[in-house]
């Protein structure tokens, strides 16, 4: 080769070369479908992605990556091809918690990258999501995942703090400046909300979390977010009768098949909080229902005996109450005569804790479910997780006893093995027709929608913290918790107290706020088993109230958000059918509010007659105090509802 032909060959590489770098360098943007949210997507040394709405920068630089065992994804990425996609659905949830159906559109973008993985983007008109994917041989075992999110400026961060992994997510949320979060400071559990202090929150969480840890945010110190993941557990000794201690951990986060897609991480991102209220980005991003007819699973109200300490009294209570066979029956009379579906039997039903299969004999279960059948409630029993894992058979047994729920209780942990676990349950309790109601546990992730007989998980710092469980904390609910899915907070207080004079012990267990509050949760929080917590003494003296409560649906077919903002105020509309309920609450930052709702979610041309509870008069010290009142309205009308300090507003319309 002469010199002319090898300085030509250089060019030629050269320019090849940088065409490559190029290529590597050059942004690839993808757009929500309204193109209001942009995600722009850089390769140098790691993947790199900023957000924007609106073309304001709200996410930098974030950086993601898996390293396995030998090798980390996403380091000096080669790009071998892309794809842009596009997504066009309609998902009709069986335990519809907002929507019976729900329109799933977004943009999408899948790279591909030398090495055998890939990464999905979606951008949705809400939102941004993405994903790996792998396609390696055989196992493999996932020693980190990067999830590293850069803020561009100081922004507040409403999280749930937590001194290590083990944790059923009941703390009450704090409030930490982004640039103030520290590595060294308490993690995070998901979901957190982020305040940007300008015009949009971010709300971050995960969907079709399976055979994987759940992901927990710690600071970085230099205002950003890092993931953190808790070790798969291979070595236990028992911990009491209910729980194990982990002796020993594995050095990698989870072993699974190279063959498989990975849990969505995902951003809801919007500048109207009444957004983060009706958001379904969990349902969009999960997996696919694997019950084929689950015409079965019955969602509904429970009666609770628990919180009330199972002591009903009155003129006529004529047996002493406690856990034992009279007061069960006493229990399900009450749901029988309200319409109530279920009653939960809590601990004390069995015998031992750890032996499922043995009655207590002061209780007998197998008469009291011969006796719901003929007053159509039926039972959902209390159970330990360890003794549910250690006797995955009792599902066949409860599905021949008539049992048709269960509620599993202090798992405490996100780990791989327990996130296998709980779909190792729903799967087995599906097989037997039974559903699931998961306590003591992590957050919805995409589980409830691949088995939809898993109806509702706890999570969340709810009535049974007593007075730990205020509104000030409450109010962030529906835009944290619950805006991920069903949650199983227990609400129904009778007995309602104002924060500063609060003083409650089972079994006169009492609410913090007032009791229109209360009555609006039922409308407000979603979950597919809902729990009335009380005596049903009390509901029976206060019929006007149980009356309510009872004709409040758990599961809907159009919600629409009136009023919304995070942590402070929430109003929303839902529609069942022909008729449409309200539920209002407020935390107790100030005296009163007057909130004008607008009824222009109606059906045109029909008039409503509606049934409202507000707070009564004096409800600002004496929080039993309430209104019921009734009023004609129609499309188009206003009304001004008032709530004052730790209170609510409750209507139904026909």
Known sequence: MNLINKI????????????????????????????????????????????????????????????????????????????????????????????????NNYNGLVLNFKGDFSVEFRAFDDGVAYRFITAKKG??????????????????????????????????????????????????????????????????SESDLSDYPGLFLKGNGNNGLEGAFPKVPLEFVPDGDRSQKILKSADYIAKTTGLRNFPWRY????????????????LKLAAKSTIADPSWIKPGQTSWEWWNGATPYGPDVNFVSGYNLDTYKYYIDFASKFGIKYIVMDEGWAKSTTDPYTPNPKVDVKELIRYGKTKNVDIILWLTW????????????????????????????????????YENVVKEAAKNKIFVDFHGSFKPAGLEYKYPNLISYEGVRGLEQMGG??????????????????????????????????????????????????????????????????????????????????????????????????????????????????????????????????FDFLKKGKTYTMTYFEDGINAGVQAMDYRKKSVQVKAGDKTTIKMVRNGGWAAVLK
């Open 139 to 204: 196992n493999i075992e996932v020693m980190n995942e990067e999830f590293a999110v850069n803020l561009p400026n100081d922004y507040l961060l409403h999280v749930q703090q937590h001194d290590g992994f083990k944790s059923s997510y009941e703390e009450a949320y704090q409030h930490i400046e982004s640039n103030n979060w520290k590595p060294s400071d308490k993690i995070a559990n998901l979901p957190m909300l982020i305040d940007t202090k300008k015009q949009y929150k971010i709300l971050i």
């Open 469 to 598: 469980c205020t509104p000030d904390n409450s109010v962030f609910l529906p835009f944290m918790r619950n805006a991920v899915g069903p949650m199983d907070f227990t609400p129904g207080a009778m007995i309602n107290m104002q924060p500063e004079v609060y003083r409650s012990e089972r079994p006169n267990a009492a609410g913090v706020g007032t009791r229109a509050y209360q009555l609006a949760l039922y409308v407000v929080f979603e979950s597919g088993i809902q729990a009335l917590a009380d005596n049903p003494t009390l509901y029976y003296r206060n019929p006007d109230c149980t009356e309510f409560i009872t004709s409040v649906p758990t599961t809907w077919d159009e919600t629409k958000a009136l009023v919304a903002t995070a942590g402070e105020v929430a109003v929303v509309a839902k529609r069942k059918g022909d008729k449409w309920f309200i539920g209002g609450i407020t935390n107790g930052k100030e005296k009163e509010r007057n909130i004008t709702i607008n």
């Open 8 to 103: 030509a060959a250089c060019f030629i590489l050269l320019a090849g070369l940088s065409a490559q770098l190029y290529a590597q360098s050059k942004p690839i943007d993808l757009a929500s479908p309204n193109g209001e949210i942009k995600v722009s997507i850089s390769l140098s040394d790691k993947i790199y992605y900023s957000v924007a709405g609106n073309k304001q920068e709200l996410l930098t630089k974030n950086s993601l990556s898996l390293t396995l065992r030998d090798e980390l994804l996403g380091k000096n990425p080669k790009l071998l091809s892309s794809k842009k996609t596009k997504g066009s659905e309609e998902i009709k949830p069986y335990v519809s918690l907002k929507f019976s159906t729900v329109k």
């Open 386 to 421: 360890l003794t549910v894992h250690n006797n995955m058979d009792l599902f066949k047994t409860f599905h021949e006893w008539g049992i048709k729920g269960v509620k599993i209780d202090f798992m405490d942990r996100s780990d791989q093995w327990m996130v296998n676990y």
């Open 267 to 282: 951003f809801v991102i919007t500048s109207d909080d009444r957004q983060l209220m009706e958001n379904t980005m969990t």
